[in-house]
């Protein structure tokens, strides 16, 4: 679970504006209450692939597209949701693919904080 | 600059992945010397879009569109280059417009290790 202190610490290093770094800062502001900075749910998110996804020579991303629909928030807990939606092969490389994954990330109630769909070039196993 | 125990820090919380965490770990990989995690890159970048970019009400994303055409390497220095391409104002909304706004984060060298565009809702000052 995303704790308040997380929050703010993260904020505090690389997205310091009010509505990350306080309660009280975020009050009147879009946001209302404090809420994460959408590269902490994007940080959050990629630790949860890492230790999932299981591509052998790790996950890379190339281009990427994200959103965030709503905001993250002290209390929540996330999940991610993923889909291989595209595999393309490489012409110039034979041992080589572009992958498309589309990622929801969620909070524990289902809603969805960060869509995040990225390209990542994925290898073929070495042949014996 | 960035130093090499930052990116292992950022990683090792965020993107533990061999390439992102040890020298050692990132020989024989796509990257085949340490690089920081993408999501490092965007981090320190939103970090300098903060401490530039005058918006009264906070740069707030909401679509954006990311790619790494270089990795971001212990020893660099980084900096953004940012541009206004577009103002389209609320239909709705008559005291909003969305800003999109294109971020170059360059190295020393001049060149680019992030492209990011993003799509950010912006608000005319109060009228007195």
Chains 1, 2 share one sequence.
Not at 110 to 123: A, L
Request: glycine content about 6%; charged content about 20%.
């Amino acid at each position: 679970m995303l704790d308040a202190e997380q929050i703010k610490r993260f904020a505090a290093e690389f997205d310091p504006q009010p509505f990350h770094l306080s309660e009280e800062g975020a009050t009147g502001t879009l946001f209302n209450s404090l809420a994460a900075s959408g590269w902490h749910t994007a940080a959050l998110t990629m630790r949860m692939l890492v230790e999932s996804v299981p591509l052998a020579d790790g996950l890379i991303g190339t281009d990427l597209q994200l959103s965030w629909p709503k905001p993250t928030r002290p209390g929540m807990t996330l999940r991610v949701f993923s889909e291989i939606v595209g595999i393309v092969p490489s012409r110039s490389k034979p041992h080589m693919a572009m992958v498309t994954m589309r990622n929801e990330t969620r909070d524990q109630d289902g809603e969805v904080v960060q869509n995040f769909t990225v390209k990542m070039p994925v290898f073929n196993r070495p042949t014996a």
